[in-house]
């Protein structure tokens, strides 16, 4: 049974992750998607809220689970028997910074593939920064985000009275 991590900082989850998802889950039998605990941002989400919008956003997916860790993503592929981590690929301009953590991860740990993944065309500009940046200064986000993380955007930014 192949099993692959998809780690990310998800604050929030946008459509291009559950995109990315729904590629993986065609390809391996089963898709852990991993929070990381402390990846060196300031995050508007607390890693449990993230937690929980990942698995309301990826509920349908019956061979997706989704958890956290701490420390280096190697590690955690180690721990729960993956063969590879998932990665997005948008943009050219995410190449570089996306094939050094590769060649890194494979020198930590030479048995782990990274697979870098294409999303549909549709969100190569599309990022947390910006849907947050959006929802706080009342943008519609709700193209670009799941239903939950909508809800979740405006109670953050104090618009759930409306
Ligand atoms: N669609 C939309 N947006 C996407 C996307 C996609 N398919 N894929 C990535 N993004 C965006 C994210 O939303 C995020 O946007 P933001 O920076 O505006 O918030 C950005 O791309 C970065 O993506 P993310 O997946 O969160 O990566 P990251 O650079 O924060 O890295 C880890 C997260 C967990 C992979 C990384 O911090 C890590 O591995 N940490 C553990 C330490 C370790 O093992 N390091 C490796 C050894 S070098």
Redesign the pocket.
């Known amino acids: 049974m192949a099993k692959v991590i998809y780690?990310?900082?998800?604050?929030p989850v946008?459509n291009?992750?559950i995109?990315?998802v729904s590629r993986a889950v065609a390809l391996f039998d089963e898709v852990i998607v991993t929070v990381?605990r402390n990846?060196g941002?300031t995050s508007l989400f607390t890693v449990e809220e993230r937690v929980e919008m990942l698995k309301e956003s990826l509920k349908d997916y019956k061979r997706v689970v989704v958890d956290s860790f701490d420390g280096?993503?190697?590690n955690h592929a180690k721990q729960v028997g993956a063969v590879g981590i998932i990665r997005?690929l948008?943009a050219i301009s995410d190449f570089e910074y996306e094939f050094q953590?590769a060649l890194?991860?494979r020198k930590l740990a030479g048995e782990i593939t990274t697979i870098l993944l294409m999303?549909h065309a549709r969100?190569t500009y599309?990022?947390?920064?910006?849907v947050r940046n959006l929802a706080q200064f009342q943008g519609d986000v709700s193209e670009f985000v799941p239903k939950i993380v909508v809800e979740k955007l405006k109670i953050k930014f104090g618009k759930n009275k409306e």
């Open positions: 780690p990310g900082t998800f604050d946008t291009g992750h995109d990315i990381a990846p941002k280096l993503v190697v997005g948008r953590m890194m991860n999303p969100y599309l990022n947390s920064t910006i």
